[in-house]
């Protein structure tokens, strides 16, 4: 009954392969987001996307592409992979609404090397 | 431009105090959201507490309570009787209400290590 689950939880790969990570939610949330984590710990948000619809692209390289199919799913595709895309990526949700129900939730990080 | 400040890059603290992790922030939104995060070594991202800018009253979560001083803006979090299992990542963010505005701004973290 996890609420958000990315996958894969793990990922190693070679510079300049292509790579996809996945996350879905089940808490009927209608905005999702992808955040980075980098080596000291900063999370920053990518994207954001509300009701299958982008909202924020916060400056991230064009490599980086993600796409809704729907307002539960929210996947991150990378190309052509670089050493500086090492990082922590998170999934979240969270729902529109007053006060606390704005509170994002998180997946449990997917840890991404690229070597 | 929104900012979350963290100054505490690191605290001690014995098992079953109290600790209080400070939070400023910046904005010039009169609308917007506090928020505290745990990241255990595990890694995964665990909400604890909320504040919004309107509320009265201080936020509280069982052990975690926020210090909100709205003229200073602080947002402090305090956990009482602290566990050896507090030990973990710290994060305060921001977020901003209104539409298209809908991000969490972090700040640097502190790491809280609770000694036995």
């Known amino acids: 009954d996890t609420a958000v689950s990315q996958t894969p939880k793990y990922l190693v790969t070679q510079m300049g392969n292509d790579k996809s990570i996945k996350c879905e939610q089940n808490l009927g949330h209608d905005t999702m987001y992808w955040y980075k984590q980098d080596s000291k710990k900063f999370l920053k948000i990518m994207f954001s996307y509300n009701n299958k619809e982008l909202i924020i692209n916060e400056t991230v390289p064009n490599r980086f592409s993600p796409k809704s199919p729907d307002k539960a799913h929210l996947n991150l595709h990378i190309n052509s992979l670089e050493l500086g895309d090492s990082a922590v990526y998170f999934c979240?949700?969270?729902?529109?609404?007053?006060?606390?129900?704005?509170?994002?939730?998180f997946g449990q990080g997917t840890r991404l090397t690229v070597v | 431009a929104q900012k979350i400040t963290q100054t505490q890059p690191g605290m001690f603290v014995q098992e079953k105090e109290a600790v209080t992790l400070d939070c400023t922030y910046d904005t010039s939104d009169p609308s917007y959201g506090l928020f505290w995060y745990k990241q255990p070594s595990s890694g995964e991202m665990i909400f604890l507490i909320y504040q919004g800018s309107y509320d009265q009253q201080n936020a509280t979560e069982g052990r975690y309570s926020l210090n909100f001083q709205k003229a200073r803006k602080s947002a402090n979090l305090v956990i009482s009787a602290s566990q050896l299992g507090d030990s973990a990542m710290y994060f305060c963010?921001?977020?901003?209400?209104?539409?298209?505005?809908?991000?969490?701004?972090f700040g640097q973290g502190t790491r809280l290590t609770i000694n036995p």
């Open positions: 963010a921001m977020r901003e209400t209104g539409r298209g505005a809908q991000k969490l701004v």
């Open positions: 979240a949700s969270s729902q529109a609404g007053p006060g606390r129900t704005k509170v994002a939730f």
